[in-house]
């Protein structure tokens, strides 16, 4: 079951005032421990636009993972220069992460259709999920689940400490995969999505859970430029 802690985030000067990121998790509540991430978000009431630009961008990760045809891929080096979305979260999850990739997908489909960007353009867009599940996610399992949604999304798994830290230096807290008390696992992780920009490839925008395709698709023409949505 997904439980929500519902935010909208301030900016980052306000972020590394306050440190508070709020996190939401697929399968349970966040948690106070060594794992907790960076910094957090508080909310802001009566807020409703779903992106929020930050003052001061997170440092693309250094994440060397494996893509879904089993190769090494560095998420920093593979994806210098280009508009790139990012999301941290797994196959088996009940509701956020399909809901979230899907969103994604369809808002990318529309951008395909758009006259506002060349083509060029369009096909500079990375769209990136890390699994939070690496021992269930193999490369194998996460290319059959992105078939069904966009295959042009690139899908990486890999060591679970690699992709945790990897998260943490986003202010994302993603935690080891567990048993409920049905015996089933689960992921508990932050459901943020960022955009890095292509002309600084800064993580400069940040999208929460509720983030809809019509927010995205919206969005993605200027992130794609390195444009504030």
Known sequence: MHKKTRTKALSTAALLTVGVFALSACGGGSSDDANAPVAQVSAESGTSKAAT??????????????????????????????????????????????????????????????????????????????????????????????????????????????????????????EAPTKDKAGKVVSQHGTQVIAFSPKTDGGYVLYDEDATVEDYTKDMPKIIKGENP
């Open 53 to 174: 630009v930050l003052d001061k961008p997170f440092e693309k990760p250094d994440l060397i993972l494996t893509d879904t045809n089993g190769k090494k891929y560095d998420f920093r080096a593979e994806t210098q220069g280009k508009p790139t979305l990012l999301y941290f979260g797994y196959t088996n999850c009940p509701d956020v992460c399909p809901l979230t990739m899907n969103n994604l997908a369809v808002a990318k489909k529309e951008i395909d259709k758009s006259k506002q960007l060349t083509q060029a353009q369009k096909d500079s867009l990375r769209i990136v999920l890390v699994t939070t599940d690496p021992e269930r996610d193999t490369p194998s399992a996460l290319g059959k689940w992105l078939k069904g949604i966009d295959p042009e999304v690139i899908g990486l798994s890999g060591d679970f400490a690699t992709i945790q830290a990897g998260a943490r230096q986003l202010g994302i807290t993603i």
